[in-house]
């Protein structure tokens, strides 16, 4: 069983939609999750991270952590075309200083 | 959000030639940075990470005598490409983690490799 798990998709929204992207893990004591957008021939960006069971919101993004589920997601409300882009899910790895990267799914906003 | 530079951001070089990539962070110091490699439609893949005046640690199947890493201060690691071939080329990321509590990430720019 891989460790963070991803829906690669294309996951094609409609612009103005809310877009939907899940992440699950396997690891019970993972206790910071991490949302990255990356677009084509970029390095990751960091676009929030949540540690707390229950939603949190910046922007038009928010991210839902429900640990006893072992999931996590992130909606992007209003999408944008420039919001097309592969988001990638990173897990810390308990007590050290490493993530561990979902695959990432790749977004399609039309326009 | 924090700073990580990388240079260069792009080289091409000839099969057989060493390649040095350097990663630093801006504005904060970071005992460890991580060295990422990505080929075109694909994930990240960890490679090492890199740990201020201590020996590097390697993913399995990483080769530790072909991929050099050094990380000789608290803001810089150097990753060398030694003997380069065709099949190294990629897209070599490295991050840094800023803060002890989250260990929020930060990436550098990215180098893009290209051996001919």
């Known amino acids: 069983q891989k460790e963070v798990e991803q829906n690669s998709g294309p996951l094609s929204v409609p612009e103005g939609a809310i877009a939907s992207l899940n992440c699950t893990y396997s690891?019970?004591?993972?206790?910071?999750f991490f949302w990255y957008r990356q677009y084509s021939g970029k390095s990751p960006e960091l676009i929030m991270f949540?540690?707390?069971?229950g939603d949190k919101e910046d922007g038009r993004f928010t991210a839902q952590l429900n640990k006893a589920s072992q999931y996590v997601s992130l909606l992007i409300r209003d999408s944008q075309p420039s919001d097309s882009a592969t988001y990638l899910c990173a897990v810390n790895i308990p007590y050290g200083q490493n993530f561990v990267f979902g695959p990432g799914t790749r977004l399609s906003v039309l326009p | 959000g924090a700073v990580v530079s990388q240079h260069p951001s792009w080289v091409i070089c000839k099969s057989g030639t060493s390649v040095k990539i350097e990663c630093r962070s801006l504005?904060?110091?970071?005992?460890?940075m991580f060295w990422y490699r990505q080929f075109p439609k694909q994930s990240l893949m960890l490679m090492a990470t890199s740990n201020e005046g201590s020996k590097a640690t390697y993913e399995q199947g990483v080769e530790k005598d072909k991929f050099l890493i050094n990380h000789a201060s608290l803001t810089l690691s150097t990753l060398t490409v030694t003997s380069a071939h065709p099949e190294d080329s990629s897209f070599y990321i490295c991050?840094?983690?800023?803060?002890?509590?989250?260990?929020?990430?930060?990436f550098g720019p990215g180098t893009r490799l290209t051996v001919l």
């Open positions: 504005d904060f110091q970071a005992t460890t």
């Open positions: 949540i540690y707390s069971n």
């Open positions: 991050s840094a983690p800023r803060t002890i509590t989250y260990n929020e990430q930060f």
């Open positions: 690891d019970r004591g993972s206790q910071s």
